[in-house]
């Protein structure tokens, strides 16, 4: 069967309004057998990669729809790698930890920098310094867990 580019625009069109995974493949695999393709012929047609049409083609064959595990990919937190690191990191900063002045907000001011932590860690709870995270990261877990590492001001003399 001859593909007309208007043919050919429509197909890719509708591939891309579907979701990424296995509904996309669906169609992708649905496509090729009806129109009797090989998958180098997909892949110069519609530009498709031949592993997704070839996992595609295997789903339409055997009935199963390959999980896609996206959620599993990528680098992993540091949590993931040192368990223990959030609480030993609450464990030292607890006793440098004020309130905001004003009681405006609920804001629990840190008087320890990122650095001065990071050496804590070392010093106090046996980390070494491969296992540790820069200390942008620990900057970054240290807002996550709620401190804001500022100098607290206890109070501003008024203006006369």
């Known amino acids: 069967m001859d593909i007309t580019p208007a043919m050919r625009e429509l197909i890719l069109r509708t591939a891309r309004s579907l979701p990424v995974g296995a509904t996309r493949r669906r169609f992708m695999a649905d496509t090729v057998q009806s129109l009797n393709l090989g998958q180098r012929q997909a892949q110069q047609t519609f530009g498709w990669g031949r592993d997704t049409l070839r996992k595609a083609l295997h789903e339409r064959r055997t009935g199963l729809t390959c999980v896609d595990a996206f959620r599993r990919r990528g680098r992993k937190p540091v949590e993931f790698h040192l368990p223990r690191l959030l609480e030993d990191i609450k464990d030292l900063v607890k006793d ?35 296992q540790l995270p820069s200390l942008k990261t620990l900057t970054l877990k240290l807002n996550l867990l709620g401190f804001r590492l500022r100098k607290v001001a206890k109070c501003r003399p008024k203006k006369k």
Request: some cysteine; aromatic content about 8%.
């Open 96 to 130: 440098h930890v004020q309130t905001d002045p004003t009681f405006q907000t609920t804001r629990l001011y840190c008087r320890v920098t990122a650095a001065h932590v990071r050496r804590q860690l070392i010093a106090r709870k046996g980390y070494t310094h491969e």
